[in-house]
């Protein structure tokens, strides 16, 4: 049977500050207190993770638009395919069929607005 114990945490990065989120067996799915305790530390260090993924994404896309901007400014063009194929390939090779998938992601992201 789960315990009446809770965990209370706040996760802050540079770049947010999550409210303190209370972690109980209700909101994990845990039935042990030690269940309990287990997954509120991985949901935090997962947050903090995910923030720093987030800003690297963000500093991935500032890097491109200079990239952009050079190759535009000398008259070529926004996008260059092969080296987006080296990318896909990249992430595929290194996470299977849902790496593509990301790299997609990262890649449209990081083309800007056309």
Known sequence: MASDTTVTRTVTSATSAIPATTVTPENTGARTTEATSLIGGARERIDTLDDRIIGLIQERMAISAVIQDARIGSG??????????????????????????????LLELSRGRV
Do not use: Q
């Open 76 to 105: 070529g063009r926004r996008v260059h395919l092969s080296r987006e194929m080296e990318i896909l390939g990249r992430y595929r090779d290194a996470l299977g069929k849902p790496g593509t998938a990301l790299a997609m992601t």
